[in-house]
Each structure stands twice: as structure tokens, then as C-alpha cells.
Antibody
Framework: QVQLQESGPGLVKPSETLSLTCTVS????????WSWIRQPPGKGLEWIGY???????NYNPSLRSRVTISVDTSRNQFSLKLSSVTAADTAVYFC???????????WGQGTLVTVSS | EIVLTQSPATLSLSPGERATLSCRASQSVSSYLAWYQQKPGQAPRLLIH???NRATGIPARFSGSGSGTDFTLTISSLEPEDFAVYYCQQRSNWPTFGPGTKVDIK
């Protein structure tokens, strides 16, 4: 059973870069699709992007210019960087994985990131 | 972008009743439609993938149907733990989610 755990700062200043890491246990990162999804407080879900272990990536077009997702196979981790953040980026950020593109079988518990000065 | 709409926004039912949730896509997504359940303070949980396939460990009271642009999630007899928000999600194009249907206790 794959288990995911997000980690990173809970508070980021406007215009700075949000950085989160997802640690994978119970499975190898050298398989599956690895995604980030976010949920503003009280609102719905928004897919941010994914990376396949081979290095292929795909990002939400509305965020593409600001997003980078990378994988560190040696640490069984994958990461999210979102640049030039504003208050609109305040959300619970989930890491998720799936055996097929666009499918999210496993989820982390989520971590709240607040953008504020 | 493929836009998903869900109806109703809220469904008020009693335990033991049947719940029928709808999801409509702005263009055909073939069968690339999934359903998730989310409870407060928790991550979503995959219930149904590819329109009608139950995910591992999901009880048989959950079923999905549809193809193209119109999909349905049915809960045959509501258990107390089923009161939650349900999202549909498509992966025909880059993934998008519907706004959710809240199933609450009548």
C-alpha cells in the first residue's frame, strides 16, 4: 500500500516560491504517475500537474508558467515548486499518485499553505 | 478545458435511502470519468474509475454508470459514513474536477 506524506512551510510570503515535498513509502517512485492537487479553503479541487517517473511532465495550463514538479528517485520523493505566489495560491496542497495518467489512487493527508506577508 | 458540472449541489437524504448524483461534461470524455468521496479534514478517496469500475476496497453499494458526457454515481443504500462531498473528475484531457455534491443527513 503506497503511503504519501507532504512536507514544507505552512506560510509563504507573496511573490516568493512555494516549495513542498512528498515522501513516498510502501512503493517505489520508479513507477506510477505523481501529481500535486490543491484545494482552497472551502472550495473544490484543482489539479496542478504530474510527473511520470521517467521524467515526463504535464501541468495545468493556468499554472504552467509558474510550476515545476520534479522527482528524486534516490530519496523516493517528489517535489512541487510554485513561483510568484499570491493570496490566491492559499490552499491545502495534496500529493497523489496513480497507476494510470490522471487517476489518483493514493493521496497524502494534505498540507495547508497560506500566502501572507 | 473540459468543464464538469454536478447536480444537485446538495442532496439531503436519510440513512438507508438511495442517492443518485449526476455529473455532466462540457464535451465527451469517453469513459475517463472518476468519482471521489471527501470527508471534512480528509483527502479525497477514489471510489469509481473509468465510469463504472469500483476501486479496490470500495463497497458494492457504490456504482457508477455513463459515458460520453453524462455520468451517474449511485449509492444504493446510504450508510452513516457515506455523508460527505462527492467529486467527479475527468482525465480525457488534462484532469479537471467538478464542483462537488454534498450529501448530508436529512
Amino acid at each position: 500500500q503506497v503511503q504519501l506524506q507532504e512536507s514544507g512551510p505552512g506560510l509563504v510570503k507573496p511573490s516568493e516560491t512555494l516549495s513542498l515535498t512528498c515522501t513516498v513509502s510502501g512503493g517505489s517512485i520508479s513507477s506510477y504517475y505523481w501529481s500535486w492537487i490543491r484545494q482552497p479553503p472551502g472550495k473544490g479541487l484543482e489539479w496542478i500537474g504530474y510527473m511520470y517517473y521517467s521524467g515526463n511532465t504535464n501541468y495545468n495550463p493556468s499554472l504552467r508558467s509558474r510550476v515545476t514538479i520534479s522527482v528524486d528517485t534516490s530519496r523516493n520523493q517528489f517535489s512541487l515548486k510554485l513561483s510568484s505566489v499570491t493570496a490566491a495560491d492559499t490552499a491545502v496542497y495534496f500529493c497523489a499518485s496513480g497507476h494510470s495518467y490522471g487517476l489518483f489512487d493514493y493521496w497524502g493527508q494534505g498540507t495547508l499553505v497560506t500566502v501572507s506577508s | 478545458e473540459i468543464v464538469l458540472t454536478q447536480s444537485p449541489a446538495t442532496l439531503s437524504l436519510s440513512p438507508g435511502e438511495r442517492a443518485t448524483l449526476s455529473c455532466r461534461a462540457s464535451q465527451s470524455v469517453s469513459s475517463y470519468l472518476a468519482w471521489y468521496q471527501q470527508k471534512p479534514g480528509q483527502a479525497p478517496r477514489l471510489l469509481i474509475h473509468d465510469a463504472s469500475n469500483r476501486a479496490t476496497g470500495i463497497p458494492a453499494r457504490f456504482s457508477g454508470s455513463g459515458s460520453g458526457t453524462d455520468f451517474t454515481l449511485t449509492i444504493s443504500s446510504l450508510e452513516p459514513e457515506d455523508f460527505a462531498v462527492y467529486y467527479c473528475q475527468q482525465r480525457s484531457n488534462w484532469p479537471t474536477f467538478g464542483p462537488g455534491t454534498k450529501v448530508d443527513i436529512k
